[in-house]
């Protein structure tokens, strides 16, 4: 008997029971309506693997009332097109085709341009998939003709669902055996998969087939069993327990005491767990937090390093992510931006907001200056060194301090740029 992988075998044939990119499928998104209306125009699926591109396309294909053939473009070429081009005039062609061409980025220009004339009279609808950025790696002449829809990694609560209801569709052939996976390590195997939906279906599939069932007709899959397949330690990843927030804070107050090989560590410890999201949330956080003003371009570059992370996933991320942590370690720290903003709270929660000074009031409709709203107000661009001194915060709070540098180079020359504005005007 042919071996089918449960990830195919599990493979939605209607949106109903497709898990994930609800900003392209959910109710009244753009490729919900697309595929809803059976008029598929050519598109490249750009994403992942594992998040649902091959799924899309077939049942794009479904809805389409066409014949859907599939290349790899790793391993086609021309002549695999013209083999499909010549279907277009036999009765399976009648309808045109749908060709999905996975891994697009692996044709050259060439191969590409043999796609054209059939894809611009209609006779083919390519459906392109690519893990890499279309704009960088596929022919102008395809992307003109094509819309580019991003298909992000699963969300882990959605690939719980999915391997949910993987394990009743193997249950089903097993007959009779109980399979008990505990939601726990449902969520370490979606945690471990990286958004990968097929790689979190085959590691279920693995734990599976791998265990006997005991005297009870029974399957018992474990932490133990899970790591033996995937060959990563949970390292006791539970997302909402102790040890995850102690790695964390582990991990911040290394970059904070500037220990880059501390900060190493626990990034390695991180990123083994496959945690990729709450190492991005938390470097963003450290740029402000513990480095700030001291180098207020630290946020940039850690965005940039952030981005290009989640754009291509792990393993690779871990450069980027490396990148992020040793700018933030060796950077020079200041914290005078949370003590800033923690300081303003607390006065507002015990001290009250307060009235807005009237000369700050909008003062920008009929009637406002009858009101006394924007009266007195000095408008700075007018007065020397673009200041003038003036009462902002309310009255209960004018003389209050939020902001006080801190004692590195770069906010050294904020306070004195702040004196000198003041001292002459």
Sequence with gaps: MHYQPLADRIRPDTLE????????????????????????????FYGPSGTGKTTVANIAAKSANKKLYKLNATNASV???????????SFTGMNGVLLYLDEIQNFNKKQQQSLLEFIENGQITLIASTTENPYFYIYNAILSRATVFEFKPIRETDIVIALKRAI??????????????????????????NGDLRKAITTLELAIYSMNFDANRKIVITYETVEECTQRKSLNYDKDGDNHYDVLSAFQKSIRGSD?????????????????????????????????????????????????????GL???????????????????SNSVIKAIDHALSDIKTKGAGDIPAHLKDSHYEGASKMG????????????????????????????????PGQNKMERSIENYLRQIKDNS
């Excluded at 490729?31 to 209306?37: A, D, G, K, Q, V």
């Excluded at 569709?169 to 969520?187: F, N």
């Excluded at 393993?315 to 700018?327: F, H």
């Design 79 to 89: 002549s695999d097109i013209k083999s499909i081009i010549s279907e277009l005039d």
């Design 17 to 44: 029971h497709v898990v994930g990119q609800q900003h392209l499928l959910g109710g009244g998104k753009i490729l919900n309506r697309i595929l809803s209306s059976g008029h598929i125009p050519n598109m490249i």
């Design 373 to 404: 709203r924007g009266t007195g107000y000095k408008y700075p661009h007018d007065y020397p060194n673009n200041y003038v001194k003036q009462q902002y915060l309310p009255n209960h709070l004018k003389n209050a301090v939020y902001y006080e």
């Design 260 to 312: 880059p090989d501390a900060a190493i560590h626990y990034l390695a410890r991180l990123i083994e767990a496959g945690d990729i999201k709450s190492i991005c949330r938390r470097l963003l956080v450290i740029a402000s937090e513990d480095v700030g003003l001291a180098y207020p371009n630290a946020i940039a570059i850690v965005k940039s390093c952030v981005d290009a992370a989640l754009q291509v």
């Design 168 to 193: 009743e569709i193997v249950k089903q052939d097993l007959l009779g055996v109980e399979i008990d996976c505990p939601d726990e390590v449902l969520a370490f195997i979606a945690s471990t998969s």
């Design 315 to 333: 393993p690779e991320a871990r450069i980027n992510l490396a990148q992020a942590v040793l700018v933030l370690a060796t950077a020079p720290k």
